[in-house]
């Protein structure tokens, strides 16, 4: 399995970004797809996941503001970021769960930074 991030950048407060996760040697179909981040100092957490079904999970302080999605014949999972907060400011990275073995695989960090 081979995740690769990007989109993230520098915006200022209020600002809109949008992650894309390209996956490659998967089909897509099989795996949980997320996002998490870590901030400086903290734990990585995770930000939002989606099922195959389309079934979503976000964290409490970004829903209503982000956005999962994901296109299984494209092997994308993107993450829109709007109406970011200056606490949204870590190091984003994408990751997948086979649901059948359990396995995880994560892709390199885009590095988010939201300025106030």
């Known amino acids: 399995v081979q995740l690769q991030a990007s989109g993230g950048g520098l915006v200022q407060a209020g600002g809109s970004l949008r992650l894309s996760c390209a996956a490659s040697?998967?089909?897509?179909?099989?795996?949980?797809m997320a996002w998490y981040r870590q901030a400086p100092g903290k734990q990585r957490e995770l930000v939002a996941s989606i099922e195959n079904t389309g079934a979503v999970n976000y964290e409490d302080s970004v829903k209503s503001r982000f956005i999962i999605s994901r296109d299984n014949a494209k092997r994308t999972a993107d993450l829109q970021m709007n109406s970011l907060k200056p606490e949204d400011t870590a190091v984003y990275y994408c990751?997948?769960?086979?649901?059948?073995?359990?396995?995880?695989?994560w892709g390199q960090g885009t590095l988010v930074t939201v300025s106030s």
């Open positions: 990751a997948s769960k086979n649901r059948y073995t359990g396995s995880i695989s």
């Open positions: 040697g998967i089909t897509l179909s099989r795996y949980i």
